[in-house]
């Protein structure tokens, strides 16, 4: 979900009273703070909470035994269900081909999924996906979206990208045995023995990239034996069987698939350890050559400009906090039924074809009768928690030793010193000449804490603001001291079911487009087990097409 994912659903927890929360952690957190802090101002002028999604909405369609009669009756011609990435895509294939007579209804205030977008004390800031990598020859919609918008341009017969859009050097750091490192693989100060690993491992992958073609979207490169062999175990075997035991190199690891894929190498399957680097650029180790890093494109608030120019057309058409409750095939068509949470009616939709852009554990609940493949591919996808936590800052904060602040910053620790995955600035892209007040965007990864994704959405949905504020602030604080006193705000966004984990045997549905059920057609990045823009928005634009 940091990165390019379609990645992440979940809403702000009614019942915590700031004044009282603060309050009541406030004397824990002056005891506790001091031992990472350089002054111990507390914390009392810190406000903020859980914010960016409407929990309570989709926790209707779970617990909601009796729903009313319909009392309105609509029509339309498309529907979808669902206004994510992928059903924005869908929407912007049916305008292209001339047709308009769609509806598309969303559960949230605004639509955009995973790559949605918010402001802390009115800076712009992302509240999930926040880059898209530039998009390769295998992604040839989201291409075409790019030189739609006048982001991808051929001059002088190449292709180039709009400068403003691409991520301003320097890009990323890793806080590494106390200083700041440029880039995320650790090598200051590391011996011969991790360079060695880094070096094998790198030889894997471009072994791997020789023996298969990979592509993204994931759907565009064969099964092959190799890659379903890979599908059957876990990365953490993977690597256990190739004797890659550096703990370095395994933290690196172990940080991509969180950071990609929502869990650790424990949890996602070789094929997605492998595909995460032979997809694009390879694997980079110190005096290895490999292919040269592709760009990437970033906004201070995210994927959301993406998804915020892919809504702006739809006006009228897109219909915002309505819960989709069931679709049906009926004689001349589909029916869906929709409670509207703003007018507290229930909505009976007919239309001809309907697109369900749902995460597919949604999608098994609602369509009646459902084909086994949904039931099959629904029962066996693991979804990932995210926590998002977005904390401005009134002034530049002190830096340790090494590279200048960059874009993503990391800091390496074990589980319990750092489990987060670090932080973006969200005024990077900014062309001030003096920095001053910005947003850090903290991201979270929960879908492999001990008692795995289960667990993981009990602590998003029990813990208060307050606990996960302190954990926040104590682990960015070991490279910045003066972060607690001079934070102001931290706005947190949950997602219980964020993503689809790549979970070992899950990839043998990544290689096909899901198929179509009568005049139901499905859409989303479940389909391809693994959350990032470039799926979503092919499947999408597929069914809409």
């Known amino acids: 979900m940091k990165k390019s994912g379609a990645v992440l659903r979940t809403k702000g ?15 824990s957190l002056l005891g506790a703070c001091k031992p990472w802090l350089d002054a111990d101002p507390g914390s009392d002028h ?3 909470g859980f914010t960016g999604i409407n929990e309570a909405r989709g926790h209707l369609l779970r617990d909601t035994k009796t729903w009313p009669a319909p009392a309105v009756q ?23 081909r001339g047709m308009n007579d769609f509806a598309l209804l969303e559960l949230e205030d605004e639509a955009g999924g995973n790559s949605r977008g918010g402001s802390v004390a009115g800076v712009a800031c992302p509240l999930g996906a926040h880059y898209l990598p530039l998009p390769g020859d295998d992604a040839p919609e989201v291409q075409d979206l790019l030189e739609e918008w006048g982001l991808r341009q051929r001059v002088a017969g190449r292709w180039e990208y709009d400068e403003r859009a691409m991520c301003h050097s320097p890009q990323e750091r890793l806080f590494f045995n106390g200083a700041w490192q440029e880039g995320l693989l650790p090598v200051q100060g590391v011996g011969e023995e991790t ?3 880094y070096r094998r491992f790198a030889a894997l ?12 979207p994931a759907f565009r490169s064969a099964q092959t034996p190799f890659k379903q062999t890979l599908a059957a175990i876990t990365f953490d075997t993977y690597l256990q069987q190739h004797e890659l035991t550096d703990v370095h190199l395994r933290w690196y690891l172990d940080y ?12 996602v399957s070789a094929w997605a350890g492998i595909h995460y680097f032979a997809s694009r650029h390879g694997f980079h180790a110190p005096g290895y050559e490999a292919a040269e890093r592709e760009g990437l494109l970033t906004w201070p608030e995210g994927n959301a400009w993406l998804t915020r120019r892919m809504a702006s057309p739809l006006a009228e058409r897109l219909h915002t906090g309505q819960i989709v409750l069931r679709v049906e095939q009926v004689k001349h068509g589909v029916e869906v039924d929709a409670f509207n949470t703003f007018t507290q009616q229930m909505e009976r939709w007919q239309a001809e074809q309907v697109i369900v852009a749902l995460p597919i554990s949604v999608a098994a609940r609602i369509v009646r009768n459902p084909p086994a493949f949904l039931m099959q591919t629904a029962a066996r996808t693991v979804q990932a928690p995210w926590l998002v936590a977005n904390i401005h800052i009134a002034r530049p904060l002190f830096d340790r030793p090494g590279p200048a602040p960059s874009w993503d910053n990391v800091i390496y620790g074990d589980a319990a010193s750092a489990p987060g995955l670090g932080y973006v600035d969200a005024m990077h892209q900014s062309l001030l000449p003096v920095p001053g007040a910005t947003v850090l965007t903290h991201y979270r990864a929960l879908g492999n804490v001990v008692g795995g994704p289960v667990k993981g ?11 996960w504020r302190d954990d926040m602030l104590r682990e960015l604080s070991v490279a910045h001291p003066d972060l607690l006193r001079k934070t102001t705000r931290i706005d947190i966004t949950r997602y219980g079911h964020a993503m689809a984990i790549p979970v070992p045997d899950a990839q ?38």
Not at 13 to 27: E, H
Not at 77 to 93: C, H, S
Not at 256 to 267: F, I, M, P
Request: a positive charge.
């Open 508 to 545: 043998g549905r990544a290689a096909q487009v899901p198929p179509s059920f009568g005049r139901i057609r499905f859409a989303h990045s479940d389909w391809a087990s693994y959350s990032v823009f470039e799926e979503a928005f092919t499947l999408g634009h597929l069914a809409g097409s």
């Open 195 to 197: 360079l060695a690993q």
């Open 457 to 467: 959405r009990e602590q998003l949905l029990q813990r208060p603001w307050v606990q």
């Open 13 to 27: 927890w009614p019942g915590l009273q700031r004044r009282s929360v603060l309050s009541a952690g406030a004397a």
């Open 205 to 216: 992958v471009e072994a791997a990239r020789h023996d298969a073609r990979w592509s993204i």
């Open 74 to 96: 609509r029509k339309t011609r498309v529907l979808i269900a669902g206004g994510g990435v992928a059903g924005l895509a869908a929407a912007r294939a049916l305008r292209l």
């Open 46 to 48: 810190i406000t903020g």
């Open 256 to 267: 991509c698939c969180r950071d990609d894929y929502g869990a650790g190498l424990e949890s």
